[in-house]
């Protein structure tokens, strides 16, 4: 028996349908398989774990993952969704305040709440499908020399650690200074069954997430995936790139994002000149969700990451109310009117070079596209900065919400490298690796003014605010860094709303999120009194003065 406390079982159970298409657990009396006998039958049939694997893998895109169909909340639909929670608690995404916002929790910071729906959504995902991982291992013998069973348990690994690696950030502070602190608690396959499960240290649980990704990368090796929904050796290389990143491991976070990227290549300036991101054929994608019309089909297209943090789907939150994810004029005043991501927004006028020869299914083209309103809900105008980074399946205006997620890039790989070779000893080498990425694939004209590692340190921070804005990267990035989130500045007008214009001091525990409440009330190894409750919560105009080394 192993330890899973409330939440784990609870989700356990609805996920079944979802997670075990196999037959494994049961006779077909309908008796039960102990560990041991479904060991056995692993041993001979190793294929008959797939359909495991599969749900595993599809946890993180299905929509309703955690509170079911039945609740219709439209901010259930699996990773995604957690990508949009942390990037809206950041300083770059700028949300409407109204009636139709799902995510308002978030921009407000009033989702340190051990009882919010949302937040409890952000931390039960990834502990059911760390449950998922820890029962596909518990079914591979010790000892195998199987290929296939080898490559499930080096995927299961993986996953298991990407979870905690999408958890343990927001718990606590940054790695370096805090790991004696508690974090999160820790699930393995090789827990005995116990109701007290304390808080593990920031060192352990980034021990157990390199332990996982090092054994995952040995398990992995030889080992050629059937698409890119799937980990393999350079995956596992890439989450521990981005461990070694979190816990400044300098030169170990350099070497494992060349060897992660080897083989893959950026977008190139021509492909980025048009709305994109909608399928993992694209350049640079490493790992992505892979996404069918049956997964978010037209019927819940509200429920969606296009119909969400894209603009280009009618009828859905986005486009059919003009719940727009836009980006924080601070940051768009940074970018280059020279480098092509500039068009990834529309500006204060409403234009694009990105919608340039774009249609919106006849009825509008160009920047046309970002005045056009469609009645009955179909398509609201675009507000100042919205963004048109994310294009559509099946083109502009159509609502069959299959866009693909990305995952992992190469051009993240490309600046973990940057970053760390700089801050490892070498800051003219990092520079180097920065200028030439952003020169060759973004910007001619791009020349990074840094003379020192810290400089460089965050010359890279503003591309990848730039380069992953609405991938999920904000909040991660400020924590690791110890920043201070800084949405608004004296002497520039603002585009936040007026209860999302704040910023918010680094040394605020307020940053820090709360472990649900039903967690603390089944697990006595973490009662209320462990649970974060430091901090106190932003107010609108609070903290003008704060800046964060790119905002200044």
């Known amino acids: 028996m192993k330890l899973y406390n409330k939440i784990l079982s609870a989700l356990a159970m609805g996920s079944m349908v979802l997670a075990s298409c196999t037959d494994l657990d049961t006779f077909p009396q309908s008796g039960s398989f102990t560990e041991e006998q479904k060991q056995d039958v692993v041993s001979m049939l190793p294929e008959r774990l797939a359909a495991d694997i599969v749900g595993m893998y599809s946890n993180n895109l299905q929509q309703f993952t955690v509170f079911g169909s039945k609740s219709g909340r439209g901010d259930d639909f699996g990773y995604p969704a957690v990508c949009l929670s942390n990037d809206l608690n950041g300083p770059d995404m700028v949300a409407p305040n109204n009636g139709y916002n799902w995510f308002s929790t978030c921009s407000e910071y009033s989702d340190r709440s051990d009882t919010y729906a949302n937040p409890y959504m952000r931390w039960a995902l990834f502990y059911n499908q760390i449950k998922m991982a820890n029962d596909i291992l518990n079914s591979i013998p010790d000892g195998t020399t199987d290929p296939t069973l080898l490559s499930y348990r080096g995927q299961a690994k993986a996953i298991r650690a990407f979870d905690y690696l999408n958890v343990a950030p927001y718990f606590q502070f940054k790695y370096k200074g805090n790991e004696e602190k508690p974090c999160i608690p820790l699930v393995t396959e090789e827990m005995a069954a116990d109701p007290n499960n304390p808080r593990a240290t920031v060192q352990a649980v980034y021990d157990l997430i390199i332990r996982d990704l090092t054994d995952a990368i040995n398990d992995l090796e030889g080992y050629a995936r059937k698409d890119k929904s799937e980990i393999d050796q350079k995956i596992a290389y890439g989450l521990r790139a981005r461990a070694n990143l979190y816990m400044e491991n300098w030169q170990a976070a350099a070497d494992d994002a060349a060897k992660a990227m080897a083989g893959y290549t950026p977008y190139q300036r021509a492909e980025l000149t048009k709305p994109m991101f909608v399928s993992s054929d694209e350049s640079g994608w490493m790992w992505a969700l892979e996404i069918t019309e049956a997964d978010y089909n037209a019927d819940n297209s509200l429920i969606s990451w296009p119909g969400v943090i894209g603009s280009f789907c009618e009828g859905s939150y986005s486009a059919g109310v003009g719940m727009y994810k836009s980006i924080n004029v601070l940051l768009f005043n940074l970018i280059s009117d020279t480098d092509v991501r500039k068009g990834w927004w529309v500006d204060e006028n409403l234009h694009s070079d990105n919608l340039k020869g774009q249609s919106w299914r006849g009825l509008a083209s160009g920047d046309d596209i970002a005045t056009l309103t469609v009645a009955n809900q179909g398509k609201a105008a675009f507000l100042p900065y919205t963004n048109v980074k994310f294009g559509m399946y099946g083109g502009l205006g159509t609502n069959a919400a299959a866009n693909d997620w990305p995952l992992m890039r190469v051009e993240e790989m490309i600046l973990i490298q940057a970053e ?68 608004v500045k004296n002497g520039v007008a603002t585009n936040f709303p007026d209860a999302y214009a704040f910023n918010v001091a680094a040394d605020n525990g307020w940053l820090l999120m709360r472990i649900p409440q039903d967690e603390t009330n089944a697990n006595t190894g973490i009662p209320p009194a462990a649970n974060n409750s430091d901090g106190t919560m932003p107010k609108p105009g609070e903290g003008i003065g704060l800046t964060d080394g790119v905002i200044n």
């Open 420 to 487: 760390a070779t700089a801050m490892g000893g070498n800051p003219s080498d990092g520079k180097q690796i920065l200028e030439s990425f952003v020169k060759t694939y973004r910007d001619e004209q791009y020349s990074c003014k840094a003379s020192d590692a810290a400089g460089v340190q965050n010359a890279v921070w503003l591309q990848r605010r730039i380069e992953l804005w609405g991938e999920g990267f904000s909040m991660a990035d400020v924590m690791r860094l110890g920043r201070n989130v800084v949405r």
